[in-house]
């Protein structure tokens, strides 16, 4: 029942800026920290920026200053505004959030991902 939307991604050019968002929705009980996570082409999945209920972030070192992780806890909702694109940056990028749903068990969900390309 619960499913994580993600949307805004597309292509760019280097210097640009997108921003994503990924709204859960369904049967939510709770929702605890929530994360961008991306994949390049033979690369292994990494995790982007993260953010806790309470508004801890954290982000790997290739995007500090560059994106900011936000979120709004009244739509179940995170933001990944992504500024000063590279063409690195290009990757399959993917909501992640442990929710609960009934009970008080959580379980992770993840988005469908969305393609962001940066051209040189």
């Known amino acids: 029942q619960v499913q994580l939307v993600e949307s805004g991604g597309g292509l760019v050019q280097a210097g640009g800026s997108l921003r994503l968002s990924c709204a859960a929705s369904?049967?939510?009980?709770?929702?605890?920290?929530m994360g961008w996570y991306r994949q390049a082409p033979g690369k292994q999945r990494e995790l982007v920026a993260a953010i806790t209920s309470g508004g801890s972030t954290n982000y790997a070192d290739s995007v500090k200053g560059r994106f900011t992780i936000s979120r709004d806890n009244a739509k179940n909702t995170v933001y990944l505004q992504m500024n000063s694109l590279k063409p690195e940056d290009t990757a399959v990028y993917y909501c992640?959030?442990?929710?609960?749903?009934?009970?008080?068990?959580?379980?992770?969900?993840w988005g469908q991902g969305t393609q962001v390309t940066v051209s040189s």
């Open positions: 992640n959030a442990p929710i609960a749903t009934m009970g008080p068990l959580y379980k992770d969900y």
């Open positions: 369904g049967s939510i009980f709770s929702i605890n920290a």
